[in-house]
């Protein structure tokens, strides 16, 4: 993903979440999924503090897109 309009650029494997987050060639922070655990919890490593908020919200709004994908997917299973 690009995120042009904050000139982001996240690399990895967003589905699992296990990726790196950089501007401008620089890595701002690192996200991954933390398993066996009850819920979704994920480990943010904020390397450039000034990004920080936006990290936190870059991993809500995948996680949201995520379960909405989910959710649309299971819901079109179901059809047939």
Known sequence: YELS???LAVTGDV???NFEVARQGQISGRVAKRWFTV???YEITIINE???LLLVG???AIAYVKQMQA???AANASRY
């Open 58 to 60: 870059l991993v809500i």
């Open 50 to 52: 000034a990004d920080e």
């Open 5 to 7: 309009a904050v000139g």
């Open 15 to 17: 589905w699992d979440m």
């Open 39 to 41: 819920g979704d919890k």
């Open 71 to 73: 959710g649309a997917a």
